[in-house]
């Protein structure tokens, strides 16, 4: 490999605080651990994502094909100042949320993928991202996009966000939505949950292997949640 010029295709990497990790108590009564990872856990976290990729149902495919190109990205550092927070249960990965510092005042949100449905794992950890933009990367914004109605109906309309006018979000397509600081002092209390610091037994099964469940068993997660429902 050619070093000299793979240093110019890197970008350049900003020094980013740590998200400190916490636990939270799902309808199931199992803790979910929710913490950030680095790009030694990216080739785990694909296993997890590629089955997603065949699934349209609510716009898993789209949403999992970015998060594949996203994360690679990072892993083969072609995106700059990425981030990467992930939910665990017995250390099993049940989703993945992503974004990354776009200014040191504006976040740019990626993505929400949540592997086990019903549950508001997603939510969770949509909320544990904005948490991460405002309260420890210190920034005054978020610029938040969705693909789905879900997405839609969870970011857009459970945290009030504001549209933004004259402005492009990086996934392109639809009309943007920004989560000010003043939102997200209005909307935290209701939607940001969990505790700090993980009692350490929980976080060594967390940090010790990220397990990930077969293909058959992820797509029997997303899809069988929605029949479940629909009974």
Same mark, same amino acid.
């Not at 939510?123 to 693909?147: N, P, R, S």
């Not at 293909?215 to 997303?222: F, G, L, M, P, R």
């Given at each position: 490999?050619?070093?000299?010029?793979?240093?110019?295709?890197?970008?350049?990497?900003?020094?980013?605080?740590?998200?400190?990790?916490?636990?939270?108590?799902?309808?199931?009564?199992?803790?979910?651990?929710?913490?950030?990872?680095?790009?030694?856990?990216?080739?785990?976290?694909?296993?997890?994502?590629?089955?997603?990729?065949?699934?349209?149902?609510?716009?898993?495919? %789209? &949403?999992?094909? +970015?998060? =594949?190109?996203?994360?690679? /990205?990072?892993?083969? #550092?072609?995106?700059?100042?990425?981030?990467? $927070?992930?939910?665990?249960?017995?250390g099993?990965?049940?989703? %993945? &949320?992503?974004? +990354?510092? =776009?200014?040191?005042?504006? /976040?740019?949100?990626? #993505?929400?993928?949540?592997?086990?449905?019903? $549950?508001?794992?997603?939510?969770?950890?949509?909320?544990?991202?904005?948490?991460?933009?405002?309260? =420890?990367?210190?920034?005054d914004?978020?610029?938040?996009?969705?693909?789905?109605?879900?997405?839609?109906?969870?970011w857009?309309?459970?945290?009030?966000?504001?549209?933004?006018?004259?402005?492009?979000?990086?996934?392109?397509?639809?009309?943007?939505?920004v989560?000010t600081?003043?939102?997200?002092?209005?909307?935290?209390?209701r939607?940001?949950?969990?505790?700090?610091?993980?009692?350490?037994?929980?976080?060594?099964?967390?940090?010790?292997?990220?397990?990930?469940?077969?293909?058959?068993?992820?797509?029997?997660?997303i899809?069988?949640?929605?029949?479940?429902?629909?009974?």
């Amino acid at each position: 490999m050619d070093m000299e010029l793979e240093a110019l295709l890197r970008p350049p990497a900003t020094r980013m605080p740590p998200y400190p990790a916490k636990v939270i108590t799902l309808a199931t009564g199992k803790p979910m651990v929710i913490r950030q990872v680095d790009r030694k856990a990216v080739p785990a976290l694909l296993e997890v994502v590629r089955p997603t990729i065949k699934i349209p149902r609510d716009y898993y495919d %789209i &949403v999992g094909v +970015r998060v =594949y190109a996203e994360l690679l /990205g990072w892993y083969r #550092h072609r995106v700059r100042d990425h981030y990467c $927070l992930v939910g665990q249960v017995d250390g099993l990965l049940v989703g %993945i &949320v992503n974004g +990354r510092m =776009y200014t040191p005042q504006i /976040g740019m949100s990626y #993505h929400t993928l949540a592997i086990e449905r019903g $549950l508001r794992i997603g939510a969770h950890l949509f909320a544990a991202k904005m948490e991460y933009h405002i309260e =420890y990367l210190g920034q005054d914004e978020v610029w938040i996009t969705a693909e789905s109605p879900i997405g839609f109906r969870r970011w857009m309309i459970e945290y009030n966000l504001e549209p933004k006018e004259n402005a492009q979000h990086e996934l392109g397509g639809a009309s943007f939505y920004v989560l000010t600081r003043d939102l997200w002092e209005a909307s935290k209390a209701r939607l940001c949950v969990g505790d700090r610091p993980v009692p350490p037994e929980l976080m060594a099964v967390a940090e010790r292997e990220i397990m990930v469940a077969d293909e058959t068993a992820i797509v029997e997660k997303i899809l069988g949640a929605k029949r479940r429902r629909v009974r």
